[in-house]
């Protein structure tokens, strides 16, 4: 359930919060820092969510959206260049570009429920067979349950 508030807490954040704010906001909260997923809602209906990289993590580690969304997940790196695929979406982007050289952006909708696992798609050191998150795709008759 704490996880949970987090999460709600910051999907509140107004619009126009910029990535630094959140970013700070997110780390004043101590341990919610890496469960906080930056995300809000475009004026179409996007769900889109701000994903760093940074050593070999991506942050949040897990994302969460809802079936049926279509969602915006922008990668920014901390240091160098890395890439994200997620298998089961038909998702493969191999630039993340490095720190300082702009976002990595991918689209889709988020149709099939369930737990995937995204990894970086880029090699980009020692790391980086161990990058990986979880995608939390929450059916959509489930809007009101309590989650996992
Ligand atoms: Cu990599």
């Not at 979406?89 to 300082?100: A, K, L, M, N, V």
């Amino acid at each position: 359930m704490k996880r949970r508030r987090c999460r709600e807490s910051a999907s509140r954040a107004p619009l126009a919060v910029s990535l630094g704010a959140a970013l700070a906001a997110a780390l004043a909260v101590g341990s919610c820092a890496l469960a906080t997923q930056m995300d809000y809602m475009a004026e179409d209906g996007t769900h889109v969510i701000h994903v760093e990289v940074e050593r070999f993590e991506f942050i949040p580690q897990r994302i969460h959206v809802r079936q049926g969304e279509r969602v915006r997940l922008v990668f920014t790196s901390r240091d160098t260049r890395h890439g994200v695929a997620i298998a089961e979406y038909g998702i493969y982007e191999d630039e993340i570009p490095p720190r300082g050289k702009g976002e990595a952006t991918v689209e889709f909708t988020a149709d099939r429920p369930g737990t995937f696992t995204y990894r970086c798609a880029h090699l980009c050191g020692a790391g980086h067979a161990m990058m990986r998150g979880l995608l939390v795709v929450e059916p959509a008759e489930e809007r009101q349950g309590s989650g996992p």
